[in-house]
């Protein structure tokens, strides 16, 4: 038996008044995903437990079988692990956003416009960064550049505790409320408003607004932790297993699993990924040993933070693309398979960022024949009346 897990990272929302009270997920045209809800269980689980701010590092986790309460210690140090970042157990790792700003001043006026700087390219990130560490790294702090606007700061000697707010929670707001607080907040906030100054007018920001892009124009600082210890997934459940993911965070927890990274060409994170190469790579990987492939598919969250309808419809679509092949590709080379199709968490299009929400699964296996629903949404989820408060319990059922 093999097993697949298709993670549409925020694909889940809200009904839309503007389209007939439907939600992305009942909009998109995904042939595949119903015709295996006919044979399928469906219903609800919790990714996030009460008390846990709905990120898609806590809800990650839980799908892929983690208690957050008892493997948590913060976003930044997933992030760290993908990025190569040896990490001390005194180190506290801060995720660093590049973001666009706007003009106004003093900086606590500006207003949050982008926080992901118009998906800046890693190319371009790497300019930026290189002139910030210029100027932040010291016998304190250290900054290590990742991918597109992610990257990370790391606190030698650091304490967990500041209140720090994740930059796609106030798109269009005036930063002033959000800024770092707390002990130690200070040097974040001198470092972000540092920051403006080295950007603002760097060749890499005037390049892109003379091509009509959105400058990264200062930093924000968010996601604070310290260095995990996860078991392997293998030892837990006697499964070898592989992570497909364009997203920093989730290969990072794959590393620290113990999970094999499986890379993808083209693979960006957004609605413009390879999802063909994703749902090829998948089933080569299972059939050439592996037993299990985790296949993560951020772009419905990213659609989901700027507001994009018809992009977070176009990116369901594709991934019920990845379903087909997936499926069809097994079925050929007569291997069963389980699959569990989840989201770790909504994106609601009109609040532009996550929620705690209950998600809506699929679990099919191909050597079962059920009687399911006619379709795979929220509200046929929710009519099916199955809920499983403790999403990191699936794993272990799925793997049975």
């Given at each position: 038996?093999?097993?697949?897990?298709?993670?549409?990272?925020?694909?889940?929302?809200?009904?839309?008044?503007?389209?007939?009270?439907?939600?992305?997920?009942?909009?998109?045209?995904?042939?595949?995903?119903?015709?295996?809800?006919?044979?399928?269980?469906?219903?609800?689980?919790?990714?996030?437990?009460?008390?846990?701010?709905?990120?898609?590092?806590?809800?990650?986790?839980?799908?892929?079988?983690?208690?957050?309460?008892?493997?948590?210690?913060?976003?930044?140090?997933?992030?760290?692990?993908?990025?190569?970042?040896?990490?001390?157990?005194?180190?506290?790792?801060?995720?660093?956003?590049?973001?666009?700003?706007?003009?106004e001043e003093p900086f606590e006026q500006k207003t949050m416009l982008d926080y992901s700087a118009g998906e800046i390219?890693?190319?371009?990130?790497?300019?930026?960064?290189?002139?910030?560490?210029?100027?932040?790294?010291?016998?304190?702090?250290?900054?290590?550049?990742?991918?597109?606007?992610?990257?990370?700061?790391?606190?030698?000697?650091?304490?967990?505790?500041?209140?720090?707010?994740?930059?796609?929670?106030?798109?269009?707001?005036?930063?002033?409320?959000?800024?770092?607080?707390?002990?130690?907040?200070?040097?974040?906030?001198?470092?972000?408003?540092?920051?403006?100054?080295?950007?603002?007018?760097?060749?890499?920001?005037?390049?892109?607004?003379?091509?009509?892009?959105?400058?990264?124009?200062?930093?924000?600082?968010?996601?604070?932790?310290?260095?995990?210890?996860?078991?392997?997934?293998?030892?837990?459940?006697?499964?070898?297993?592989?992570?497909?993911?364009?997203?920093?965070?989730?290969?990072?927890?794959?590393?620290?699993?113990?999970?094999?990274?499986?890379?993808?060409?083209?693979?960006?994170?957004?609605?413009?990924?390879?999802?063909?190469?994703?749902?090829?790579?998948?089933?080569?990987?299972?059939?050439?040993?592996?037993?299990?492939?985790?296949?993560?598919?951020?772009?419905?969250?990213?659609?989901?933070?700027?507001?994009?309808?018809?992009?977070?419809?176009?990116?369901?679509?594709?991934?019920?693309?990845?379903?087909?092949?997936?499926?069809?590709?097994?079925?050929?080379?007569?291997?069963?398979?389980?699959?569990?199709?989840?989201?770790?968490?909504?994106?609601?299009?009109?609040?532009?960022?996550?929620?705690?929400?209950?998600?809506?699964?699929?679990?099919?296996?191909?050597?079962?024949?059920?009687?399911?629903?006619?379709?795979?949404?929220?509200?046929?989820?929710?009519?099916?009346?199955?809920?499983?408060?403790?999403?990191?319990?699936?794993?272990?059922?799925?793997?049975?």
């Amino acid at each position: 038996m093999k097993y697949v897990v298709i993670l549409g990272d925020g694909m889940a929302g809200y009904p839309l008044s503007e389209r007939d009270n439907k939600t992305c997920l009942q909009l998109a045209r995904k042939p595949y995903i119903d015709a295996l809800a006919k044979k399928s269980t469906q219903g609800l689980m919790r990714t996030v437990p009460t008390g846990f701010a709905p990120g898609s590092d806590v809800a990650n986790l839980s799908v892929l079988g983690y208690d957050p309460a008892l493997y948590y210690t913060g976003r930044s140090p997933l992030e760290a692990a993908s990025i190569g970042i040896p990490l001390k157990d005194t180190d506290v790792t801060l995720r660093c956003n590049l973001v666009t700003l706007s003009e106004e001043e003093p900086f606590e006026q500006k207003t949050m416009l982008d926080y992901s700087a118009g998906e800046i390219s890693t190319e371009e990130a790497k300019e930026l960064i290189a002139a910030l560490k210029k100027q932040f790294d010291g016998s304190r702090f250290t900054l290590h550049a990742g991918i597109s606007y992610r990257h990370c700061l790391v606190e030698e000697g650091g304490r967990t505790g500041r209140t720090l707010t994740p930059p796609h929670d106030i798109s269009d707001r005036t930063v002033s409320p959000y800024l770092p607080a707390g002990e130690g907040s200070e040097a974040l906030l001198a470092m972000m408003k540092r920051s403006w100054d080295i950007l603002k007018d760097h060749p890499v920001n005037q390049k892109r607004r003379a091509q009509g892009k959105n400058p990264a124009n200062a930093v924000w600082f968010w996601g604070e932790g310290t260095k995990p210890a996860l078991p392997a997934f293998e030892t837990l459940h006697q499964k070898r297993g592989g992570v497909i993911s364009a997203v920093d965070l989730v290969k990072g927890i794959g590393i620290l699993a113990g999970l094999k990274i499986i890379d993808v060409a083209g693979a960006t994170g957004n609605w413009d990924t390879n999802f063909q190469g994703k749902a090829d790579a998948c089933v080569d990987a299972l059939l050439e040993g592996l037993d299990f492939v985790y296949v993560h598919m951020e772009a419905p969250d990213e659609c989901g933070h700027h507001g994009d309808i018809q992009k977070k419809i176009y990116s369901i679509e594709q991934i019920d693309g990845v379903v087909k092949t997936v499926c069809e590709r097994l079925r050929a080379a007569g291997e069963p398979f389980s699959m569990l199709i989840c989201p770790d968490h909504p994106t609601p299009i009109a609040l532009k960022t996550h929620t705690a929400d209950p998600v809506p699964f699929l679990l099919y296996r191909s050597d079962e024949e059920k009687e399911g629903a006619a379709r795979y949404d929220e509200e046929t989820a929710a009519a099916a009346g199955l809920f499983l408060p403790r999403a990191c319990e699936m794993m272990a059922a799925f793997l049975r």
